[in-house]
């Protein structure tokens, strides 16, 4: 049963943040490093342990209301004017998962300084939002490129320059207290911080079951999707197909739900492609196409390092491997190509050819099934999974329109630009 699948949190939560941080090598284990200094200072200022974990959940997903590598890199390099756009988009984000829901707080309000706060810092939304922005000022001001032992004297200077009015005089003590050791700053920047989160930081011993698993990949189905209008609603239409057809092959339960699971992931590494790559209305050069190609890589490097859903891993990340070798970017064959990996494969296909692109509106189901059967006949995809699809065709259709449908609902309603609408009839 789906419900005796257990996760550990920490390990998802840290491969995430890890995913989300992914656009840029100048942004890479921000939220990591945000999350251990955030730890860190709460440890010290004694707060409840079930305080100092909602506070770390929040730091490690806290910029996933920023959808696309520009964003990111904007905000880390202080270049963004409404830093208060993406912390809206984020609570939101949090709201939709019961077990993210109350951290949601502290991700609406990490980027708001002490001086238009109107309420005491003794509250624990407050105080744990003003740990968070302090935690993130310092993350953006480290230099990447110099030795942080030469930097530390320069950031804490900083940081206590904007004492009273960015931050609040308890927090900046608080910081100086906890950063007053070298052994803090070389964990920061530590290339193996995220082994040291796994074995140390609050969630470590926190065991999960499938449905919060399934939650969490929702939420992470919305921000590779809506980054744009014009996919806004594809991870949804692939999930639901892939999880379908699974079921019409007579699995059982469980591997309906990770089926379920792996489409929701299987466009993560798509979170480092550029927005002009993914909405380019013509062609892609082969330029532009290389860089497309890592997106599945990334997908499986991510989800291959969260114990027990490496089935999902190959799942999701072999969608556009073929059967004769000619896919992307493993170069597998038939014999490496299992039947859950086959059919994501055929989810997909079907999904996007039927849903509208910048370039082109969707195709009528019939004109899809031709075309996956020309792949079969081609030796590039399954014959027996697009022969199922077949069979169930008009159902499967309206299910997958059906998914995307409310999942425009939500990105209409919190995240879209007028275009969306257009994105599903």
Known sequence: ???????????????LSDAIDLA????????????????????????????????????????????????????????????????????????????????????????????????????????????????????????RHSFILNQMDGITHQIQSMEGETFHPDIVALFTATSNREEFWLDVTSSRLYGLLLREAPLRSTEVPF???????????????????????????????????????????????????????????????????????????????????????????????????????????FHHEKLDGTGYPFRVTAEKINTGARIMAVADIFTALTEDRPYRPGMPVEKALAILQEQVRDGKIEGRVVTLLGDHARDIAERVKEAQRDSLRFYTQHFSAPTAKKQVA
């Open 211 to 317: 449905e919060d698993i399934a939650s969490i990949s929702q939420v992470i189905q919305k921000i590779i999707d809506f980054r744009s209008p014009f996919t806004a609603t594809h991870s949804a239409g692939v999930a639901q197909c892939a999880a379908l057809i699974t079921g019409h092959f007579g699995y059982m339960e469980t591997e309906v739900g990770l089926m379920q699971l792996a489409g929701n992931f299987h466009d993560l590494g798509k979170l480092i492609i550029p927005n002009a790559i993914l909405e380019k209305k013509g062609k892609l050069t082969w330029e532009e196409f290389q860089i497309v190609k890592q997106h599945t890589y990334f997908t499986y490097e991510v989800l291959n390092s969260i114990d027990r859903l490496e089935r999902v891993a190959e799942w999701a990340a």
């Open 24 to 143: 840029n090598p100048d942004i890479a284990c921000h939220q990591m490093r945000c999350a251990y200094m955030a730890w860190q200072m709460a440890t010290q200022a004694g707060l409840p342990h079930d305080r100092v974990k909602r506070l770390y959940m929040a730091a490690l997903l806290h910029d996933i209301g920023a959808l696309s590598p520009i964003d990111k890199t904007r905000l880390h390099a202080f270049e963004e004017a409404d830093a208060n756009a993406h912390c809206i988009q984020g609570e939101v984000l949090f709201q939709s998962v019961p077990l993210l829901a109350p951290a949601a707080p502290i991700v609406r309000h990490h980027h708001r300084d002490w001086r238009d706060c109107d309420q005491p810092i003794s509250l624990p939304d407050v105080m744990d939002a003003q740990i968070l922005l302090l935690a993130d000022w310092v993350e953006r001001l480290i230099q």
């Open 1 to 15: 049963m789906l419900r005796e699948i257990y996760v550990n949190l920490n390990n998802i939560f840290l491969s």
